[in-house]
Structures are given as structure tokens and as C-alpha cells.
């Protein structure tokens, strides 16, 4: 049982090249969620999908487009990277009721 | 808006010793709380949550709604706790987004 899969783990992009970064979850959840980690800044929401067919912005979403492809999957795009989006991606699921978030192992990403 | 507070960025102590990292929060109405756990360069696990009322991994954690206060304690620290604890709320209803705090980065030391 895999849990929540980000792939992929680490990429190095130049400013203005375009990435998605994905994520599954084989959990059966409802609720998905994007996250960026930034020392001393802890996690900070970007986007999040309450369930299929609906995605909301969260606290810092400019910069990014989110799509719920289906129950289990949730992607992130930037479509112009800049330096001031590298940073470790955190991809998270939870099913309804106020249950607790499960997280992925995180993408590494730095634009130069 | 709700918010999470935890006021230490870095917290030390020595194997043995007991520990507290600090959590205070804002909202208005009913919150839920968390604390999430992430080791080294590994992914952020849940630790506690307020309404199980129970101890993992020796901590625990209590919810005072007059201090709005989710204090993590645990008597006794061990090397392997070393790792970045976060506080996190959620304000329940249809899309339970968390609201994490900066975190608190704790080293036990031996």
C-alpha cells in the first residue's frame, strides 16, 4: 500500500521552463492538497481539491494551476518557473471528517 | 482568519530531559489540532491529534481552549526525536484545509 506517490523526487529546471509535478493516492480519498516547505516559513497551502471535480486556491497560489485528473490523482503545474518557486513540494490526501493528512515523500525542486 | 503559532524555532535539549515545544493558536470557532512529525528528509507524519486524547511515541498533547494553547510534552526526551515538529489546525467543514505553524526544529542531544 503505497499511500501518497510524488513523483518526481528531485528536479533542476531554468526560469521560464514549464513542469508538472504529480501526485497519486490509493487510499480512496476525497480531499487532495498541494503544499510548498520553505525553511522557517513551515507549509504553506498552494491549492487543494475538497473532491473530484473541484480544485480552490489556498494561501500562495499564484505562480501554479492545479488538475484533479481523477479520484487519485492531483497535479501541479508551473507554467513560467522562477527562482523564488524552488522549494520542496509536498503533495497530501485525506478522506472527509476532519481526518488527518497523509503526506507524500516531496519533490525537490530548485529553478536556476 | 485562523492562525498557528509555535514561537520556537529551534529547541535543545538532552537526552533525558523533558520537553515541551509550544503551540498557540487563533480562531474563532471549534478547531481541530495536530501535530505532524517530519525526520530527517523523510515525509511529514501525523503524531497526535487533540480528540484521540492519546500518547504516541511517549508524547501527548492538550487541547486549552482558554490559553488556546496545543502544547506537545513528553517527560522524557530520546535521541530519535530529534526531527521538525509542526502544529497544525484545521477548522473542519467541507475541505479541512490545515493551517500549519513554522515549526519547531528539535535536537536532542546525547
Known amino acids: 500500500n503505497a499511500g501518497v506517490t510524488q513523483t518526481p523526487k528531485f528536479q533542476v529546471l531554468k526560469t521560464g521552463q514549464s513542469m508538472t509535478l504529480q501526485c497519486a493516492q490509493d487510499?480512496?480519498?476525497?480531499?487532495m492538497y498541494w503544499y510548498r516547505q520553505d525553511p522557517g516559513m513551515g507549509l504553506r497551502l498552494i491549492y487543494y481539491?475538497?473532491?473530484?471535480?473541484?480544485?480552490d486556491k489556498g494561501e500562495v497560489p499564484n505562480g501554479y494551476n492545479v488538475s484533479r485528473l481523477n479520484k487519485r490523482e492531483f497535479s501541479l503545474r508551473l507554467e513560467s518557473a522562477a527562482p523564488s518557486q524552488t522549494s520542496v513540494y509536498f503533495c497530501?490526501?485525506?478522506?472527509?471528517?476532519?481526518?488527518?493528512?497523509?503526506f507524500g515523500d516531496g519533490t525537490r525542486l530548485s529553478i536556476l | 482568519a485562523q492562525r498557528v503559532t509555535q514561537p520556537e524555532k529551534l529547541l535543545s535539549v538532552f537526552k533525558g530531559a523533558p520537553v515541551e515545544l509550544k503551540c498557540n493558536y487563533s480562531?474563532?470557532?471549534?478547531?481541530?489540532l495536530f501535530w505532524y512529525v517530519q525526520y530527517s528528509r523523510q515525509r511529514l507524519q501525523l503524531l497526535l491529534r487533540?480528540?484521540s486524547r492519546e500518547s504516541i511515541k511517549g508524547f501527548t498533547a492538550d487541547l486549552n481552549k482558554g490559553e488556546t494553547s496545543f502544547h506537545l510534552k513528553k517527560p522524557f526526551a530520546q535521541e530519535e526525536d530529534s526531527a521538525m515538529y509542526y502544529c497544525?489546525?484545521?477548522?473542519?467543514?467541507?475541505?479541512?484545509?490545515?493551517?500549519f505553524g513554522k515549526g519547531t526544529l528539535l535536537t536532542v542531544n546525547p
Open positions: 497544525a489546525l484545521t477548522s473542519g467543514g467541507s475541505n479541512y484545509k490545515l493551517t
Open positions: 487533540h480528540i
Open positions: 497530501a490526501s485525506s478522506a472527509p471528517g476532519g481526518q488527518p493528512q497523509h
Open positions: 487510499m480512496n480519498h476525497n480531499s
Open positions: 480562531y474563532s470557532g471549534s478547531p481541530e
Open positions: 481539491s475538497a473532491s473530484e471535480g473541484t480544485t
